[in-house]
């Protein structure tokens, strides 16, 4: 007797699709690029309601070629909407400049606090793009936590000593620069920790 005539459905899952770095890296960046553009020509206020408005459907759509939900934007969609609210409400643009504080010091505290409690978040940050042994995934958080402080602290200088023009500029293209050459000096770190698939014996506590 088939599933259907017992008057049961064959259980589905949603499948984990590996997407092209250079789609993913469009969803991600596309936003920033359109709330860059939309602040040079009509302002913050326009720019951050624009933000919100697009923040959710590209999260939409990582979802859909990813088929999950990615933590970090989810994240990061959540505050794009409370500090962009809070900054149309009370027509005040520090709220939008000041998210990126609390999104980074949240970065960097829940990489810290999982760690005390024997977890590693990284790996599934990472999505499984680097295999690396317990030992590597330990340095590279604690080294993506305080990169994590650093931009948080970093933002906080540089909100208040630049204009909202460049300040938008550093957001969009400066941490991005940033965070660029960091990964790249983890590179070392990463090699030296690598587990190659065909000899992967160790297990990963989540």
Known sequence: MTQEAAGTRPETK???RQVPRGLKFAVELGPL???FAINAKWGIFT???TLMLVVPISLGVAWKLAGRMPVMPMVTAALVIVFGGLTLLLNDEEFIK???TILYALFGAALLIALRFN???LPIVFDAAIHLDDNGWRKLTWRWSFFFFFLAGLNEVLRHALSTDQWVSFKVFGI???TFVFVLTQAPLM???EIKPEDDTSE???
Do not use: D, M, S, Y
């Open 14 to 16: 949603t499948a984990k």
């Open 33 to 35: 690029i359109l709330f």
């Open 47 to 49: 720019a951050t309601a």
């Open 98 to 100: 000041i998210k990126v």
């Open 119 to 121: 977890r590693l978040l």
């Open 176 to 178: 991005v620069a940033l």
């Open 191 to 193: 090699l030296r920790h």
């Open 204 to 206: 990963t506590h989540f």
